[in-house]
């Protein structure tokens, strides 16, 4: 079962890559995968699933409040 729709995925690879960014030719966390083995282990567990993507949630409100766009942009 997924615990993402395709847009918190997107999501959270751009969040993960700020928070581990590429460098000295390492890709960054989300380019790397780690938001497939977060999904995955959230996916089993309901409150983990909701607290993420509650997270996410807020992520892009306040983006979108504070700076008329989204985490991606």
Known sequence: MSAFVEADRRLLARVLNRLLPAGEGFPAAGDLGVSTYVE??????????????????????????????TFED
């Open 40 to 69: 995955d282990a959230i996916g089993r567990d309901p409150a983990a699933r909701r607290l993420f993507l509650d997270g996410l949630a807020a992520i892009a409100a306040t983006c979108h409040a504070r700076h008329g766009k």
